[in-house]
């Protein structure tokens, strides 16, 4: 095998198609830029490696709905109960059996850009999904808690068809037509219930990007609804918006 330059070998190694000789060589070549280009291949290897085992760690709930005979099997996730202003998102998702998304993780810990791919191919391939919006309204009314639950319960009775077992981050839903598990940290633990989290953030952030251009005063943009400097300084200049939930500290004790 001739001596490469190095733009040909970074080709080969972005490509993936390299024979084990071809590998070899690479290996032995001692110029800097080759051995960097090794470096850096090598760190990505390892990187799909250990997102394809996190991948795999994470279907072991949806697998053992699968070995009992369970078919569609749902995850639910809730995004909103701490921000001072806008509603309560939850999505549930029933994902197919083969489904592959490597990378899939807690929506917190993907990047906007990820989280937003993330869910166009979630929604592209899931066999059913179906987001619920609680308003600051009714959050105010019932409490953010139950709020929280009704929009779990909404999102489920939107997926057809129906789920036969319901995997929850966290959250125990009484009164459900099917089994369920409550999962302690589920958005990170749960193939489904990840799913759902991206789902529900991403329409989430929508919203509250679009009541920004409504409100700009209050950085909604960016802080989705929560409780930032920029927030608080909008909250003192501008005053409280429709959409703000006056049951939350410190909006409930502006203007007393």
Known sequence: MKKQSIAE?????????????????????ERKGVQT?????????EREKRLIKQFADMQRYENNAYMNGIENIAG??????????????AAAVILPKD???????????????????????????????????IDNQTIDTINIYEATKKAMYDALSGLTPSPEHVLVDAVHLPGLTCSQEAIIKGDASSVSI????????VARDQY??????????????????????????????????PYHRTSFAPIKTMGK
């Not at 280009?37 to 990505?44: E, P, T």
């Not at 996730?77 to 806008?86: F, I, K, N």
């Not at 489904?99 to 191919?121: A, P």
């Open 194 to 201: 990840a799913a759902a989290s991206v789902l529900a953030k």
């Open 76 to 89: 639910v996730d809730e995004v909103g109960r701490g921000p001072l202003a806008g509603p309560v998102v």
């Open 208 to 241: 509250m990007k679009e009541l920004h251009k409504k409100y700009p005063g209050y950085d909604f943009d960016k802080n989705m609804g929560y409780g930032t400097k920029a927030h608080l300084e909008g909250l003192n200049q501008f005053g409280v918006t």
């Open 99 to 133: 489904f592959q998304l490597i990378g899939l993780n807690d929506s917190k810990k993907l990047k906007e850009n990820v989280r937003e791919e993330y869910s166009t191919y979630i929604k592209e391939h899931a066999v059913s999904y179906h987001i619920s919006f």
């Open 37 to 45: 280009l090794v470096q850096s291949y090598q760190r990505k290897q």
């Open 9 to 29: 070998i970074k080709g080969l190694l972005k490509e993936g198609t390299l024979t084990a000789e071809e590998w070899e060589v690479i290996l032995q070549d």
